[in-house]
């Protein structure tokens, strides 16, 4: 299970300026605000944009200026393989360590769309488990349930995370995870595709290449 919303793309307009710099053609910039406030590129300025985006990660520099934010709310399995692109990111997290005690639990803060029968009855006893925990922590303030509840917590919990990126990182991670096992990739990915100019600025590798 993942959940993305809040999506921002932000500074198109300044990273396409950079991107004449190095031969002074800022006259030939055909880019505009539409009225909604969207920056939308000229043909002259899109050409320009592909070709160097296509060129290779020397060439396309001016993708590191362009960034992007969102709200993803995933499991704690996901964030740790998510937690590999340490480049180019930055995330704000929930905090489980201040706040796993000011909610109830409950099935809603796992994941757990793909868990057989079977595994939902192990896993709804996990959840009683810390909620009883929780209860007696938030009671007698002893430290031993607020434990109890940080090391048995499953990897499935949903943890939600303000991250930003730039479109150079969505590249990587595009071509890195679209045919990866976990399905909160694929939908990660989908989102990527979706972003403004993303078919000519990050979908841009040949497959095999």
Known sequence: MIKIDKVSVMNIENAIRGARNPM???ARMDSAYDDNGDYILGENDLSLASRLAAAGSDHRKFLRQIFVSM?????????????TYKVGTVAN???????????????EDFSCDR???????????????????RVKFNETKDRQHWHNMIQ?????????????????VLINIYYARRYHKLAEW??????????PYAKELILVKKDGN
């Open 93 to 107: 997290s929930c905090s489980t360590m201040h706040k796993i005690q000011a909610k109830e639990f409950c099935r």
């Open 24 to 26: 002074n053609s800022w």
């Open 71 to 83: 709200d993803i709310t995933a499991p704690l399995y996901w964030w740790k393989e998510f937690d």
């Open 115 to 133: 868990l057989s029968e079977d595994a939902l009855a192990v896993l709804d006893g996990v959840i009683a488990y810390l909620e009883s925990e």
């Open 152 to 168: 048995l917590l499953p990897s499935s919990f949903n943890q939600m995370r303000t991250v930003s990126f730039n479109y150079e």
């Open 186 to 195: 694929h939908t990660l990915c989908e989102v990527i595709e979706s972003l």
